[in-house]
């Protein structure tokens, strides 16, 4: 069975920093690629990040470039998501999701889900 679980969240001042964790289990973690999306309230869930095992490819939406950094520890089957410099509209729930191989930026096409975790930045 594929679980997926995040942790890492919490109240953070903005500036602050925060790391996310995904801790994967229940498939093949040298072959796949693991998406972090967020969803703020009343908005539509947004892709932020992606890690493909295949070549090591990352991928970072605009507005958190410079900002996130993703990583993945195989020996742990985990990967991170470290925020730096948390802005107010940071503020939602964190999500890491897997599909096969490569990433995409349309969460519609990873097949497990986490149960997300909370992060809020306050002003």
């Known amino acids: 069975e594929v679980q997926l679980v995040e942790s890492g969240g919490g109240l953070v001042q903005a500036g602050g920093s925060l790391r996310l964790s995904c801790a994967a289990s229940g498939f093949t973690f040298d072959d796949y690629a693991i998406g972090w999306f967020r969803q703020a309230p009343g908005k539509e869930r947004e892709g932020v990040s992606c890690?493909?095992?295949?070549?090591?490819?990352?991928y970072y939406a605009d507005s958190v470039k410079g900002r996130f950094t993703i990583s993945s520890d195989n020996a742990k089957n985990t990967v991170y998501l470290q925020i730096h410099s948390l802005k107010p509209e940071d503020t939602a729930v964190y999500y890491c999701?897997?599909?096969?191989?490569?990433?995409?930026?349309?969460?519609?096409?990873?097949?497990?889900w986490g149960q997300g975790t909370q992060v809020t930045v306050s002003s």
């Open positions: 999701a897997v599909r096969g191989t490569f990433c995409e930026s349309d969460y519609g096409q990873y097949d497990y």
């Open positions: 890690i493909s095992s295949s070549d090591g490819s990352t």
